[in-house]
Every structure is written in C-alpha cells, then in structure tokens.
C-alpha cells in the first residue's frame, strides 16, 4: 500500500515547504487489500482538527481519517508516503498532531517511507520497528 500512497501523493500539488520545495504526501487506509480512504495533504482545514492543534490544515493522515470516518478507521492499518521533487521517498512519520488523531481513531498500525527503508509503528504498543 505504500506505492499506491505514493501515487496520492503525486496526485497532489503539494503544499508547504520552505524555498518553494512543496510536501507531497499521501496516505491510504485500508485493510487487507481493500482501500477505505485515500488523500493527500492540502491547505484546506477542518473544525475537528481544532482541539488537536492551533494550525488545522488537514494533513495527509488526518484528511483520510476524517474523510473515512472514526467508527470506519478502528482496527485497521495506515500507509503515509512522502515524494520529493526527484521522485525519490523521504520520511513521511505522522506528526505529533496526526499521531493524536489516528491514536484516537484506533488504528492499527501505520506504515511509512524513510529516505531507507519503510518503518512500521504498531500503534497499541507505540514500538516503530523496520516494515519489511
């Protein structure tokens, strides 16, 4: 799932970024092989987003958590894909902000790219650990 989150991704304009090198991240929910919800990050926000942090633009993982709904994203897994200019992956670990909202939400565990290799966090135990 991490390739089709890095296809989201370049499905987006990208947003923020300093220089003018805009964030390209993409995430999609799913479990097993059924996708749930797929987003990418944008500068719209959103009022739920609001008690978690004073900046609400909706992020990758939020928007598809939001977007599926939190009765829809208990117990299953997260996959959070970042792009550069090049092409190439880079770290796309949620931020303190959407760690809050998929803890809330209940997910399962949430795989990412690295500039290396993907990581995984197992959510319930909060371990980070190589994916595969």
């Known amino acids: 799932m991490l390739e089709a989150a890095k296809a989201v991704a370049l499905s987006g304009p990208g947003v923020g970024g300093r220089n003018g090198t805009n964030f390209r991240i993409g995430a999609v929910l799913f479990s097993g092989n059924h996708v749930i919800s797929a987003k990418h990050n944008e500068l719209k926000t959103h009022p739920k987003l609001a008690r978690y942090s004073p900046w ?38 949620p931020c303190t902000v959407c760690q809050a909202v998929i803890r809330q939400a209940g997910i399962r565990r949430v795989f990412y790219t690295t500039d290396d290799k993907p990581e995984v966090w197992n959510v319930a135990d909060g371990s980070f650990a190589a994916a595969f």
């Open 56 to 93: 609400p633009f909706l992020h990758a993982e939020s928007s598809c958590i939001l977007h599926a709904g939190f009765d829809a994203s208990h117990g299953v897994d997260l996959a959070v894909s970042r792009v550069k200019r090049d092409g190439s992956v880079a770290l796309a670990k």
